[in-house]
Structures are given as structure tokens and as C-alpha cells.
């Protein structure tokens, strides 16, 4: 390859690459920091013991994956408000949160039914007899 083609392929990949680069830096970042301090919640909360999030976590309450196309954000507001009695045994109350921290939360489940899940999780199967959670 004589030199002037091989500076200007060299060139012409820079350019590429530069371009890439900087378009790169413009996109959106995909995870805003309200999703991130929902996730903090989340954590703090250590809800995933009695919670899923696609599968992994407890089972005594449900899967949360796409909880934010089931309630609205001021229906999820007032559960953590008066949070009820958990079932079956009904002794101890569902965790309570601030106003602040169920925005955080609810950012972060609005996040969560952005990602596809192909139709996951699936609809519970109820079992004759069995404690309703
Ligand atoms: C000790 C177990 C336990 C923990 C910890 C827990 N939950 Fe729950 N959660 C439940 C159960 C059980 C229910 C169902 C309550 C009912 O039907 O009255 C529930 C219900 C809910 C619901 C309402 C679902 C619906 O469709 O009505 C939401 C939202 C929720 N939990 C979110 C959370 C979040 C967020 C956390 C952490 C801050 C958390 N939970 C921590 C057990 C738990």
C-alpha cells in the first residue's frame, strides 16, 4: 500500500471514529437518577425479601415487575400511606414509605415496564385451599 493511501484511510477511520464517539456522548442517558434513587429505595427497604423483580426475590408478596401499569402513581402513594396488615397472618403491617421515596420507587418500577419481558410474569395460578398472600 503506498503511504498517501494508507494516510488517508487513516484518516478516514478517525473521522469515523470521532464521529461515533460524539454521537455516542449525545445520546440520552437511559437511567435517570430519580430511577436510581428508586432503586436505592428498593434496596434500603430490602423489599426484594418478599418481593420478585423478573423472578428473583421472596414470594410472599408479588411479583413487582410491572407494577406500574397496575397502579398509578397516586393509588401507590396512598398504599404506602396506610400500609394494610400483610396476609395471611395478618400481625405485621406492609412497610410504609415517605412521598418522596414512593416517586423515587415509582420511577424506578416505570423503568422496569420499559424493559421487554415478552408478556413475563405470567398471571398467578390460584391453588383450591391454598393462603392467599
Ligand atoms: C414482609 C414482606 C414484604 C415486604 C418487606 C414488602 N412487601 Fe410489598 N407486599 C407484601 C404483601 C404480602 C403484599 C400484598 C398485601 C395485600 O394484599 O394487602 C404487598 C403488596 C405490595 C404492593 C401492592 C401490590 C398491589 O397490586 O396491590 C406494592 C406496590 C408493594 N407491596 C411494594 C413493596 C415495596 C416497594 C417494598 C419495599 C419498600 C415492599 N413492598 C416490601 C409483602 C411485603
Given at each position: 500500500?503506498?503511504?498517501?493511501?494508507?494516510?488517508?484511510?487513516?484518516?478516514?477511520?478517525?473521522?469515523?471514529?470521532?464521529?461515533?464517539?460524539?454521537?455516542s456522548?449525545?445520546?440520552?442517558?437511559?437511567?435517570?437518577e430519580e430511577v436510581v434513587a428508586g432503586k436505592i429505595v428498593w434496596q434500603q427497604y430490602n423489599c426484594v425479601s418478599c418481593h420478585t423483580i423478573f423472578g428473583h426475590g421472596g414470594y410472599?408478596?408479588?411479583?413487582?415487575?410491572?407494577?406500574?401499569?397496575e397502579m398509578?402513581?397516586?393509588?401507590?402513594?396512598?398504599?404506602?400511606?396506610?400500609p394494610s396488615l400483610i396476609p395471611p397472618h395478618k400481625k405485621v403491617f406492609h412497610q410504609s414509605l415517605r412521598k418522596r421515596e414512593v416517586e423515587a420507587i415509582y420511577s424506578y418500577f416505570e423503568f422496569l415496564s420499559t424493559i421487554p419481558t415478552l408478556g413475563?410474569?405470567?398471571?398467578?395460578?390460584?391453588i383450591e385451599g391454598e393462603d392467599k398472600p
Open positions: 500500500m503506498r503511504f498517501h493511501t494508507f494516510a488517508i484511510l487513516s484518516a478516514l477511520s478517525f473521522a469515523i471514529f470521532s464521529i461515533v464517539v460524539i454521537f456522548w449525545r445520546l440520552d442517558k437511559t437511567i435517570s410472599v408478596g408479588k411479583d413487582l415487575t410491572s407494577i406500574a401499569s398509578t402513581i397516586k393509588e401507590m402513594e396512598e398504599f404506602f400511606s396506610s413475563w410474569p405470567p398471571v398467578p395460578v390460584e
